[in-house]
């Protein structure tokens, strides 16, 4: 069984003050949850407010993103030894913002993919499709790309420590939301790339979240789907009480 893993991306939000509030309140309720993998990713100036917060629960630390690099001339940029240092111990690869508003394409995922499993983080890899693609047909196609370039050059044992983000472009922040049916399709079709990718082993153990408008209201029947394993939050992260509820919705 493949144990679920619901991770907060709180974007661009949250001051240190407020993060500190937030992971509080999240601490308060999960703390002691052994049931699911809960993973908060604040923005870089309140990881460590947020690491020192949750310090002594089952709650993890994640970022948003790193730089492929360990180091060097690269402003603004963040290395895996820096995330490492503060006890983060996820990362999120190739959302859907960064391929779009900062040009990341599959190759460049890739690099951050393999320097994050070298610095022993655990990178959750986003992928999915624009509503012209879907309406095109061309779902399936995007998503094999997006797979096999991201995750390119990667033995077996890589591949299970990483977690694949399903995030349909079109429902994230949107308020529309992938069907539990349709969600369900799409992550098995991606089980079956890495079943050709490795093997039926590496398949059945890689966990494969959804990530485009997932609520309280919708969680637990996303999550009741058989190759749905968690979910990458958004909005609904940015609010204890909601984020709480989804994660139960997992157990």
């Not at 089952?58 to 940029?77: I, R, Y």
């Not at 022993?120 to 797979?147: D, M």
């Not at 369900?184 to 590496?202: K, N, P, S, T």
């Amino acid at each position: 069984m493949r144990k679920p893993i619901v991770a907060g991306n709180w974007k661009m939000n949250k001051t240190v003050a407020e993060a500190i509030e937030l992971a509080a309140a999240i601490k308060r309720e999960l703390g002691d949850c052994k049931d699911v993998d809960i993973v908060l990713c604040p923005p870089f100036t309140a990881i460590q407010a947020v690491s020192e917060t949750i310090t002594g629960s089952h709650v993890d630390l994640g970022a948003q993103n790193m730089h492929w690099e360990k180091s060097g001339a690269f402003t603004g940029e963040i290395s895996a030894a820096m995330l490492r240092e503060l006890y983060c111990h996820y990362v999120i690869l190739g959302h859907s913002e960064r391929r779009q508003y900062f040009g990341e394409t599959d190759a460049i995922v890739n690099k951050k993919v393999k320097a994050a499993l070298a610095a022993n983080l655990k990178p959750i890899v986003c992928i999915g499709e624009t509503l012209e693609e879907r309406e095109a047909g061309r779902t399936e196609e995007v998503i094999e790309t997006q797979v096999r370039g991201s995750l390119a050059d990667l033995t077996p044992r890589d591949l299970v420590e990483c977690i694949l983000a399903y995030e349909p472009v079109w429902a994230i922040g949107t308020g529309k939301t992938a069907t539990p049916e349709q969600a369900q399709e799409v992550h098995a079709f991606i089980r079956g790339l890495l079943r050709d990718i490795a093997d039926e082993a590496v398949a059945q153990s890689v966990r494969i979240q959804y990530g485009g408008s997932m609520k309280p209201a919708n969680a637990r029947e996303l999550m009741g789907q058989p190759d749905i394993d968690g979910g990458l939050i958004g909005g609904a992260a940015l609010e204890a009480r909601s984020f709480v509820e989804i994660v139960r919705g997992a157990i």
